[in-house]
């Protein structure tokens, strides 16, 4: 549940256990552009990709392409040929899609590289200003992430929907922990999301202000 940013010789370590053991080991690094100063993002195949580990990308975070299902993995030739004889009869063709993100990487690096950092930073913004703002409304405590879009909140309710529907009175939509386990109704957690702007970011917070000065919320129905 909390988002936090692998070390070095976490996932060295990590990588030596798995090769003793003869195990795969997949990572997702589809925040890999989100990481969020002054932490740092190592990933193991910048020092060699081997036989038993394969690491996963993509820019549905990065560029909000999510429905355009775009990704790519790294690993060793013969793992890589392993991946394409099951990949290879279900994308029977390569989806015109990534023509155009292809394109857009060839002559537009400079740009996807500001954009890319432009987006860590409202990341990282927005959860400083919510997060606190938050914390003062809720009384929830927020578990500071390494990186991504979102953020981590221990609530002190019931379970997580008596968390949301407190939120939603105050005209805050927050995610249950609950839905990323199977059996439980109260992991402590609600997460939020921070790919907001500013502008909404800011409106946001004035309404949690005026709610906590006024008692009654305004809410800005444009």
Not at 198 to 217: A, C, F, M, Q, R
Request: proline share 3%.
């Amino acid at each position: 549940m909390i988002n936090r940013n692998w070390k070095k010789d976490e996932l060295q370590r990590l990588l030596e256990l798995a090769k003793e053991r003869n195990v795969m080991v997949l990572i997702d690094e589809c925040y890999t552009d989100m990481v969020w100063k002054p932490n740092v993002h190592y990933s193991p195949v910048q020092d060699a990709v081997q036989d038993n580990l394969v690491v996963v990308r993509g820019f549905s975070k990065t560029l909000g392409l999510q429905s355009w299902r775009l990704g790519f993995a790294i690993s060793s030739a013969t793992t890589v040929a392993n991946l394409m004889k099951v990949a290879d009869p279900i994308y029977i063709c390569v989806p015109f899609l990534q023509h155009a993100v292809g394109k857009y990487l060839t002559e537009h690096f400079e740009d996807f590289t500001a954009h890319k950092a432009a987006v860590g930073e409202q990341m990282c913004r927005n959860w400083t200003v919510l997060s606190s703002s938050l914390q003062k409304t809720f009384g929830w405590e927020p578990t500071n992430p390494s990186g991504s879009m979102y953020g981590m909140f221990l609530h002190k309710s019931e379970n997580d929907m008596a968390a949301v529907k407190l939120a939603l009175e105050k005209g805050v939509g927050v995610c249950p922990g609950s839905m990323f386990f199977n059996g439980t109704e109260n992991t402590g957690y609600v997460r939020i999301h921070c790919g907001v702007s500013d502008e909404k970011t800011k409106k946001i917070v004035d309404n949690l202000d005026y709610l906590n000065s006024h008692g009654d919320l305004v809410i800005d129905k444009k």
